[in-house]
Nanobody, 123 residues
Framework: QVQLLESGGGSVQPGGSLRLSCVVSGRTFGITAVGWFRQAPGKERDFVALINWSTRSTRYADAVQGRFTISREYAKNTMYLQMNNLKFEDTAVYYC????????????????WGQGTQVTVSS
């Protein structure tokens, strides 16, 4: 089993920044990627960013490219999502998730999920 614990959500004005954290614990052997997804009310869960567990290569959704940065701190098994220049449309519950089956931007490619953390962008 793998456990994921997100933190760092909150409320921010447009143009502001937040940093989300995701601590990965348990059976980390075999993890191939860690991803961030988000889900706004009434909408599907969408891909935001992922990082290759081994190589630290990254991918981003077009909507966040250039504004968000995903990173990994090996010593702490912690993933971060630095979110800058936040927009109203970034408002959602953000989830981190772990894949053991490759590198995927699809929800179905992930086996374990955190509980989510709310990000609200409002003026």
């Amino acid at each position: 089993q793998v456990q994921l614990l997100e933190s760092g959500g909150g409320s921010v004005q447009p143009g502001g920044s937040l940093r989300l954290s995701c601590v990965v614990s348990g059976r980390t052997f075999g993890i191939t990627a860690v991803g961030w997804f988000r889900q706004a009310p009434g909408k599907e869960r969408d891909f935001v960013a992922l990082i290759n567990w081994s190589t630290r290569s990254t991918r981003y959704a077009d909507a966040v490219q250039g504004r968000f940065t995903i990173s990994r701190e090996y010593a702490k098994n912690t993933m971060y999502l630095q979110m800058n220049n936040l927009k109203f449309e970034d408002t959602a519950v953000y989830y981190c998730a772990v894949s053991r089956a490759g590198i995927s931007q699809n929800v179905i490619g992930y086996d374990y999920w955190g509980q989510g953390t709310q990000v609200t962008v409002s003026s």
